[in-house]
């Protein structure tokens, strides 16, 4: 489910330090297929898809729904930022309240590209649905997400496990937006 409910999509383009995140376009197709089809990409969300088969099934502009965002840097698809409502997860204590997940490039990892455009898709979703608690579901081994789960304000409501690997749920408490400098 990708429900967001009264949500106005796609939403003006929201622009960082060094990033856009906007709404898919058909330009993003084959960066979507790389994403989806990389095994280093899948290593902790249970492999890769076929190419072949997201070559037959991926819409000419995949990804098209609220919620989710490309991250373009220098006018060049990196990564996918995802904000959908938790419909079916392996924790009752998830399903309802948003759902925060990305994806980026192997060769995008490590510049904080993640931290930059995920705090982003926060603020712009504590603006439109201000009171609304996110969730962030990863894989304990996942080093990485794990600690980009802490810089972003998760903190763990609990372990389970799921998909052969212990799993960690993470809770964002509702934030109120943030607020712009005042000018002079």
Not at 22 to 50: K, Q, W
Request: aromatic share 8%.
């Amino acid at each position: 489910m990708t429900d967001l409910g009264p949500v106005v999509w796609p939403p003006a383009p929201i622009r960082t330090a060094r990033l856009v995140l906007r709404a898919p376009e058909a330009r993003d197709r084959a960066t979507f297929l790389e994403l989806l089809a990389s095994a280093e990409v899948h290593t902790y969300l249970g492999g890769p898809r076929s190419r072949d088969d997201l070559e037959r099934e991926l819409p000419e502009v995949p990804e098209r729904w609220p919620g989710s965002f490309v991250v373009d840097l220098d006018g060049v698809m990196i990564g996918q930022i995802l904000l959908r409502r938790a419909a079916e997860h392996h924790r009752p204590s998830a399903v309802g309240k948003a759902d925060l997940g990305y994806l980026f490039l192997p060769q995008a990892w490590g510049s904080g590209y993640a931290a930059e455009s995920c705090a982003a898709a926060l603020d712009w979703f504590d603006g439109v649905l201000p009171g609304e608690p996110v969730v962030l579901a990863t894989q304990t081994a996942n080093v990485g997400s794990m600690r980009l789960a802490a810089k972003l304000g998760f903190t763990e409501v609990e372990r389970f496990w799921a998909w052969d690997a212990e799993q960690w749920l993470g809770l964002r408490s509702p934030h109120e937006p943030a607020l712009e400098p005042p000018t002079a």
